[in-house]
């Protein structure tokens, strides 16, 4: 936690009785994108509804039904840090509350986000540790929940303050060597806290066969610009961060602890920074969204609703958005209490809905059909260095036309690099609405699939198969969605065959 946001901090820690936890299955229903199936009355069903998950950080002493009945994705909030979970060699202890919060949420069906492994902050024993330490305890923390944990948040907060683009200079980023001197930490005789600690991280992911994504996360890193319409250079920093390491990183977590301060206020150009990082390959995430009630500094409730509206629309509007996160519950036992940034009043369980909580419910239940078409579109700022490792090409235009199958139609964008891709497939309903699609391409030979998102695979190598996940298979005509995949070897030229059910 940066200085600025820990002297704003208000500790008003209530001690909660563990209530009765909500044991029934419930899967996560996902229907159609953009359908036009009734309103749903919960953000966990909308938010399916609308193809993304909608999540709460807790403790285990938070887990009253409400949580599964609202939310299907949990995020520990202090739980799996390295000070909770971290011996001083990287060895797992204390991971009671942690399989609690796991637990309850795979009873409860939730993706579970694991947070965090590589922070400077709340690192316990971890404190001052090598990246050979690092590493271990990144191989046993991985290894621990396997693929119980859908995203985790490799690295946090990485970049410093103030909007200076620079990296932190306390450790774990004290093991940063710049060899060349040039400024960067991304050449081949640079040493680099976060290329080798997700280097690491993505060996575990392969040799176990996890699906586990990995992230990197991080706060005031959410528009392009900030307050004044200055650049947001701690936002471009992270976007160099992700283009060069694209090959380790998943996905990308924007904190969204929105308030007063001139770096964290909500931008007109949050969505276009969503899109530029969704442009990588990357899935975005809202991961620790709250906002303060006095931001628009007009009314009570009513400015902070539109707000949480707005963020939530322009995830809505990016569809490798995949996920929002609120920090907490209700307001008293958030760790900002004083600014009411929540969607909730009440406590211990005894929860009434605010606004906010309204506002983000009805924007879900609109989907992911853009309300406002003049609203900015996809502006990528061009990144402040270039790529060194690997040479990653600028995106091409679709390599290839739209496929005349009546049902459905694919193209592919590539972003090439030596000796491996991503691609990213969209997918497009024709005249009439499908229920489903597959699409298949054939790799040359040397190319092979490392992994996928947004799609069931089938097969590496040659033909490969993809198929639609349980919310991205309902198009209504015309509608498009994405989904991508990370390879080695050139991919060539792709010719997709999409076929509609
Ligand atoms: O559990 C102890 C309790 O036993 C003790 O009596 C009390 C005394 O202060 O402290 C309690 O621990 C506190 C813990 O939260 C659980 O409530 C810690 O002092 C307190 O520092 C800790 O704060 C957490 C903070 O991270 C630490 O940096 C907040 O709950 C948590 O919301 C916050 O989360 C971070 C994300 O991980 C990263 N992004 C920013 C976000 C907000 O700071």
Redesign the pocket.
Known sequence: ?DSG?KQR?R?A?IALPTAALLLVGGAVTVQSIGSAAAAETTLRAAAANAGLFFGV?A?PGRLTSIVGQEFNQLTP??DM?PATIATSSGALQNTGNADTLVNYAQSNNMLVRG??MVWH??AGALQGASQATLNTFIGNALNRWGNRIAYWDVV??ALGDNNTGSRRTQWPHTLNRDANGDGDFFDTGDTDVIRDSFIRAKQVVQAGGLTTKLCIND?DVEGLTVQGGTPNRKANALYDIVRNYRQYIDCVGF?A?FNDNPNSIITNDLQANIQRFADLGVEVHIT?LDIDDDLSNNDIGAGQAENYRKVVRACLNVAKCTGITV?GIADSES?RSSERGLLFTGGSGNYQKKAAYTAVLDELNKGRVPVNPTSPASTTTPPTTPPTTPPVTPSVPPTTPPNPTPGCSATVSLNSWTGGFVATVKVTAGSAPINGWSVQLTLPSGAAVTNAWNANRSGSSGAVQFGNVSYNGRLNAGQSTEFGFQGTGAAGNLSPVCTAS
């Open positions: 936690m946001l901090k500790v820690r950080a403790s909030e202090n840090k947070h965090t902050s709340q946090n907060e706060y904190q602890h620790e920090w760790w």
